[in-house]
């Protein structure tokens, strides 16, 4: 159980153009998932919060204007790329945490997507 | 500013030797995860240690969460070269966000 999937795995784009990112959740109902960007070697860096039916919350240095997270339903939250640059070029990683679950604070995670801008 | 605190940062060892890797905090966390992540992939989740003083074991992963709920240890015995990857402890201190430690980046050498 518990699972989570992202879509797409890979992702190139020319810059410019805007990019969508899918996160789902198959067997369990998410009110909160997150989105992450990670560098190489590093550890995940937190973008935002998405909670569903609602506007999503940005950390602190993150545009929203630029990352347009969008939670819908409690299985799908969206992440897009807007006017994407090279520099956008990173590992997006999303997560979820189970809504019944006992301990809530457990998040799942995402396969990630890699997301290349030429 | 809230922050889990993980060492050693990097680690290589030969196949066959034990490891153990800390996660430390000021703050009193309800609870605690460890992930394994591998190079191109999400991280995946191991274990969540709720009670202090909770000791759980994962075949050759022993986690314990430490009394005051402020620091946990993950230990593997005899190491193999599929143990290799980074490690991340996370943990929610009370304000619904969850904070992740800078990570421990395990090579195990055959």
């Known amino acids: 159980g518990a699972v989570v999937s992202q879509h797409p795995s890979r992702v190139i784009c020319k810059s410019g153009t805007s990019v969508k990112i899918e996160c789902r959740s198959l067997?369990?109902?998410?009110?909160?998932m997150f989105w992450y960007r990670q560098f190489p070697k590093q550890s995940l860096m937190l973008m935002a919060t998405?909670?569903?039916?609602?506007?999503?919350?940005?950390e602190q240095g993150v545009e929203k204007d630029k990352f347009l997270i969008n939670h819908a339903s409690l299985t799908l939250s969206t992440l897009t790329v807007t006017s994407a640059h090279p520099e956008d070029s990173s590992f997006y990683i999303c997560?979820?945490?189970?809504?019944?679950?006992?301990?809530?604070?457990?998040?799942?995670f995402g396969p990630g997507t890699r997301l290349l801008v030429l | 500013t809230q922050l889990l605190e993980q060492s050693p940062q990097f680690l290589s060892i030969q196949e066959g030797e034990n490891l153990t890797v800390y996660c430390n905090s000021s703050?009193?966390?309800?609870?605690l995860q460890w992930y394994r992540q591998e190079p191109g992939e999400g991280p995946v989740l191991l274990v969540t240690?709720?009670?202090?003083?909770e000791v759980k074991k994962l075949k050759r992963l022993t986690f314990q969460f430490g009394d005051a709920r402020k620091d946990s240890s993950l230990h593997i015995t005899a190491a193999q070269p599929g143990d290799t990857g980074l490690y991340l402890c996370?943990?929610?201190?009370?304000?619904?966000?969850?904070?992740f430690g800078a990570g421990t980046r395990l090579f195990v050498k055959a």
């Open positions: 996370a943990g929610d201190p009370g304000g619904f966000k969850t904070i």
């Open positions: 240690v709720v009670t202090g003083g």
């Open positions: 997560s979820a945490r189970d809504s019944l679950r006992q301990i809530q604070e457990t998040q799942y």
């Open positions: 067997d369990f109902q998410a009110t909160t």
């Open positions: 998405s909670n569903e039916g609602s506007k999503a919350t940005y």
């Open positions: 703050s009193v966390f309800s609870s």
